[in-house]
């Protein structure tokens, strides 16, 4: 099929990136009736829902691969690994493929803001504009989505705590439809990445160099709300990249190795894929008329290119084991094989509910939840999920921890990010049943 049958509605730039990123395993699992010493002295606890949603996936060749992983507390995890990194390929995928993570990439940049909170360097609700003076004198758009002429003067400063919780008031190219949108595109504000391809319908718009050129030229434009007045989805975590850089001194993408990758023993997440690494790289497809197509084939994938800056909502790829350990540093409140990596105050922070209280939620993704430092926070759980079909959760309650690896765009083509959370709630309640079919106190 020609790459110019993706230009329909279908594959736009906008339903790509877009996806189904706020659809992840943390808020069904808040329903969990049962908390960590539920499973405590389960060694031989068996997924099979969430094995058998795989293997359908896989089999029925509506994904080229598909990778959970589950784990308690600080136990290694198990993983369910089926498929090839790319459709009709040789080669089987493991802990160790590696997958475009997206918007994944959020709790990541959230939790590497909280370090800087933690030492006194940032404050929650310190105006951001102390370190990024282009923001001290904000515009906002009279009309959302309207005219970027027409505007008034934000009623309050953007801060650092509405950065972490998408209520700063800014925008995203992948939710505005008017003429913002546009301008976003004229400026380079492009923070993500699909393909090297002209596949028609996502567009070219070429990225700005540098983070430090993105926030300035942001600034230059008017916000989309008032800041800390709506949850709403944008780039706010892509800002945090630039402010976590003034405040550390260091280069973004330095910070998060030195501080979060290195520590953690997180060695194969990156913003560019190295050369040496992409035999273990996956294929991302696009999914037209229920057939998934190749759009960002590994070896010529766009990830192998030095992004034009790092994009702290959506730039890494990473493994399913590396993103274990990630979610084990936060269950372990900040500490991984006896190294502390962050505070325990600074996950517990992180990870609770950091919405502003003049914000509402009413009619949005996230509406009667909370959201934490890049992610959704829902009665002890956080996580947050990726365009490309990926999942990662913590749930404190039950003491459990998730990632689904997949590769494919839109999201929301298939009910993945549903079905994840429903086979794990299955297992659960499973898990749940035999013990008490053994007659052990619950």
Request: charged share 20%; no cysteine; hydrophobic share 40%.
């Amino acid at each position: 099929m020609a790459y110019r049958e993706f230009d329909t509605p279908q594959i736009s730039r906008r339903s790509l990136l877009r996806g189904g990123a706020w659809l992840t395993a943390s808020a069904a699992l808040a329903a969990v009736p049962m908390g960590r010493q539920a499973f405590a002295r389960t060694p031989t606890a068996t997924w099979t829902n969430v094995e058998a949603m795989v293997d359908k996936y896989v089999g029925s060749r509506k994904v080229a691969n598909m990778v959970a992983t589950l784990g308690w507390g600080q136990r290694d995890p198990l993983t369910i690994a089926r498929g090839t990194l790319a459709l009709g390929g040789p080669t089987k995928v493991d802990p160790d493929s590696l997958y475009r993570i997206y918007s994944m990439t959020k709790p990541v940049t959230g939790m590497a803001a909280m370090m800087l909170v933690d030492e006194g360097r940032l404050g929650l609700d310190q105006p951001i504009a102390e370190l990024l003076p282009a923001y001290a004198n904000i515009q906002v758009q009279k009309t959302y989505d309207g005219s970027i002429e027409d505007v008034v003067p934000a009623e309050r400063p953007i801060t650092v705590r509405h950065l972490l919780t998408h209520t700063a008031g800014l925008g995203y190219g992948i939710v505005q439809k008017g003429p913002i949108t546009k301008a976003y595109e004229q400026r380079g504000l492009v923070p993500g990445q699909v393909s090297r391809m002209p596949i028609p319908g996502i567009g070219r718009a070429q990225a700005v160099e540098g983070l430090d050129v993105f926030a300035d030229r942001l600034a230059e434009l008017p916000l989309v709300l008032q800041p800390g007045t709506k949850w709403s989805y944008s780039v706010g975590l892509d800002l945090m990249g630039r402010v976590i850089e003034v405040a550390s001194g260091m280069a973004f993408d330095a910070f998060l190795k030195e501080r979060i990758f290195e520590p953690t023993g997180m060695d194969s997440t990156f913003f560019t894929v190295p050369e040496s690494e992409v035999d273990r790289f996956t294929t991302n497809y696009g999914i037209l008329n229920n057939t998934p197509l190749p759009i960002d084939p590994a070896k010529a994938s766009i990830y192998l290119d030095k992004p034009a800056f790092p994009f702290g909502g959506a730039g890494l790829v990473s493994s399913s084991r590396d993103y274990d350990r990630f979610l084990r540093m936060l269950l372990g409140y900040g500490a991984i094989d006896g190294k502390r990596v962050m505070s325990e105050a600074a996950v517990k922070l992180g990870t609770s509910n950091l919405l502003p209280d003049t914000a509402t939620t009413e009619n949005t993704w996230v509406e009667g939840q909370g959201f934490g430092a890049g992610g959704r926070v829902s009665d002890g759980s956080y996580g947050w999920g990726g365009a490309a079909g990926t999942v990662g959760f913590v749930n404190f309650a039950a003491g459990l921890r998730g990632t689904l690896m997949t590769q494919y765009m839109p999201s929301e083509a298939y009910p993945i990010h549903a079905e994840f959370p429903k086979a794990v709630m299955a297992d659960l309640a499973a898990m749940q049943a035999a013990r008490q079919g053994a007659g052990e106190a619950l």
